[in-house]
């Protein structure tokens, strides 16, 4: 048997913890697969003393994650920090520099330094593996690098934040607030005590620009990505979906149309009949569109410590199974040298059916003004519901669906709706995406 | 660049001819993600002057697949000759025993003769893939062998025939009868003119052990498998089953249970507010479960010359990236001297819920008789629905649900009413599936 995968972990948090345990535990099942045991034979965290409910008498401690990289006494080194970019980036830099494999679980990481970092490691003939950073326990992005090597693809989306839908999922089905169900996910840990990151669409940002890279192999542009995210979403907005035939999903979406790469962010209606509709609680999922697949679909477990270790452990049996320098492995699908920046297509550009729901005055006229505007920019209308959503007198709510348009249109008339002074309070747009 | 990977393809179906022709159009595409080509240089079929669409003028001919597998002037046999068992395989020993890699969609090929295949490319270093011998277009081979390394699974389940599922789509969504949407099937190419291999369960139970393998680290065992077709689903089932909250679908279901594994084909009740019961048409799905993830579940084509061409190129392109002799790659998962038989948990031994319909003669006492047989046999009942679902004056049909109990009390309850000559039609007997 070859002597064994010698792994540093840097970061002992729950992700950390179930690592290096489930490696402990399950040892002989994976040196079975391997043909040869992985052992951890360093670690690297902030605070020495802390109980993690491990026993770490037998591995070196390193305080800094930096100098376990460029230390010899390891082949691969697995990045479970999170926070603290530059010291991240300068861990990983370092342990790519010295030859060892990486495995990293940091979306922020790659979605700003990944092509970079994916060049190095291509140049040594190293890893660099990062299962973990996108959808949690989906194996979703050797899926993408490995599986469908034949296809062209044209769309992926997916629910890629599980506090998000969490929050959507239950505003749904228990009728409360957008407000009281983030409290409660802040209070079942499934939501951060700053949650600006999940529920403002950015986490769901970070993990889509990876996709896109691997679907449509350009460079990773975090910077292109529109994102929106859900803390404007209303009961009323819930509530009218559904009588509509939608349900309210937070997606990642990245597609080619013709004048270039869309990749957005935003709450997103899907029809009550689709897959993806029946996506509950914390629970991720992927849609992948190809020319030879038609379309593939993944769902599990997005996050959580046993679930990002088992895609951190998929990566280092990968590692384990390769005989270095003798495997040809590009980090993202196609070698980092050859991606090439994609043209970023606007959303200003996107075509597709919208939701708009409208708050006015109930006086005479203002249904009328509407609909005029609303010819006068081609937006012809599929649905239109009015009812007292609100509890007032003098305020009325019109949801309008409309066909197939283009954001611009939609824009220009709900600029002039504002100009007249009908709407009692801000527009609400939602972007209707098709289902295949 | 390393050499082109040379390649022989044994049968020129649809499969086939889709295969080379992908492999041509998309040559840079793949030589992109391979750091080398991928060239066809052989092929094998029956009938050399069929005209396939695809220009074969530079590739060698055999009429033999033997001989190609025998011949020095390729790396890697493409097995996709389906039926005529005994040349295929005769093919496929003779292209490991000569090195070459071997790629195959035939899951009838290692159903019998998997794990004797599997020794022979370990011995050699070589690989022997598999990708669309199971669930065609899902990449859901990789991701068992690959992607759950530090998994324990404790269940699989999935729809694995599309033929199967179109039935029964159709006999839900137009009311039609079985007989009907098999002939439907047929002259849409969805079915075979001799359908018995889907319809039977046994292309189900094929696949089957493929996966129980994957998941369990054992040996395969086709007699194992427990089998029922869905021939004698009636429209008064699938009524009845939306009513009481299920769909049928025919499901291939692998369990870990304390008695051993069970391995079980049969049309299975699952609720309709399932993920599976939203798999429409000829789409499959698989359900895996495992101690870190909790469920994954995939869906995607399971069949069609493009999809399954994918996959088979998958294949290609993982064997082309990896340098020969360099990899450990054991063929399900685990090394295939370890994979151990399994203890089979015989069907009568299955616990769970059942649906039991039953035609019987309208007098008195019937049903206090029915009730006593499932008291007498420790059966609780969740619900009973009886309805003229029959139009007879003198018939009434008898819809149980029942709770948790054994196969073994049921058949005896069965027995029992049987035996009392309530009966005016065989009873039906329908296992309910319990989803996480």
Redesign the interface.
Known sequence: M?EALKVGVAGLGTVGASVIR??RE?AN??A?????TIKVVAVSARDKGRNRGIDLSDVKWFDSPVEMAASNEIDVFVELIGGELDLVHAAVKKALERGHHVVTANKALLARHGVTLAVSAEKKGIFLHF?AAVAG???IV??MR???????LSRVYGILNGTCNYILTRMFTEGLSFKDCLADAQRLGYAEADPTFDIGGHDTAHKLVLLTSLAF?TTISLDDVYVEGISNISQIDIRAADELGYRIKLLGVALKTDSGIEQRVHPTMVPT?S?IA?IHGVTNALSIQ????????????GAGG??T???V??DL??I????P??????VL???AL?LVPHKKAHVSHHTGGYFIRLNVHDRAGVFAAVARHMADNQISLESIVQRPFVESQTVKTIILITHETTEVNVRKALAAIEKDGHLVTKFQLIRIEPMT
């Open positions: 070859t489930i490696l399950k099942s994976l079975c697969q391997c043909g040869r299962e326990g989906i194996p050797k899926a490995e599986s469908l090597s034949g296809n062209y192999g009949s897959m029946q190809s020319d030879l697949l038609g379309e593939l679909l993944f769902s599990g477990p046993d679930a270790a088992s895609a452990i998929s049996v990968d384990a199974k390769a005989r320098g003798f495997q040809y492995a590009p699908g196609s070698p050859q």
